[in-house]
């Protein structure tokens, strides 16, 4: 089992090898939102492949312990330990999955933070300026 997921890993990782990313797309919370519907999927949009492949893996072991510890509380129904790990690991995945869009949509909305920190010098900035009651 742990070669499986090793792999799948794997494989993940290697798409993000190579590639390189448009900066003229703009990423926005609400899409990132969507597509973090799939495990993963926020941060595929975003561009962090590693990320996404953390969080398919971390997942994927979640829901494959939980499913193993149910079908193992099914056939020692007297051993209340598989219940308690199957229920541990279903929340482990539910959190992940959270944490998956949460971050997805953190991290779109954060995207341009960079771009305008880096293009924005003090010399630019006119802090004595007088503002005008109509906001200009």
């Known amino acids: 089992m742990i070669h499986k997921i090793l792999l799948m890993f794997l494989i993940i990782i290697s798409f993000s090898i190579g590639q390189e990313l448009d900066s003229t797309i703009v990423k926005t919370p609400k899409k990132a939102a969507?597509?973090?519907i799939l495990p993963g999927g926020g941060q595929i949009y975003?561009?962090?492949?590693?990320?996404?492949?953390?969080?398919?893996?971390?997942?994927?072991l979640a829901i494959g312990q939980s499913v193993e510890n149910g079908?193992?509380?099914?056939?020692n129904n007297?051993?209340?330990?598989?219940?308690?790990?199957?229920?541990?690991?279903?929340?482990?995945a539910f959190f992940v999955h959270i944490y998956g869009m949460l971050d997805?949509?953190?991290?779109?909305?954060?995207?341009?933070?960079g771009k305008i920190m880096e293009n924005e010098s003090p010399e630019e900035i006119n802090l004595d300026r007088e503002v005008e009651p109509n906001g200009e």
């Open 34 to 36: 969507l597509w973090s």
């Open 46 to 60: 975003n561009g962090k492949y590693l990320k996404a492949g953390i969080i398919i893996t971390l997942e994927s």
């Open 71 to 75: 079908k193992n509380y099914e056939i």
């Open 78 to 92: 007297s051993n209340d330990t598989y219940l308690q790990n199957r229920n541990k690991f279903a929340w482990w």
């Open 104 to 113: 997805a949509v953190v991290d779109s909305h954060m995207k341009p933070f």
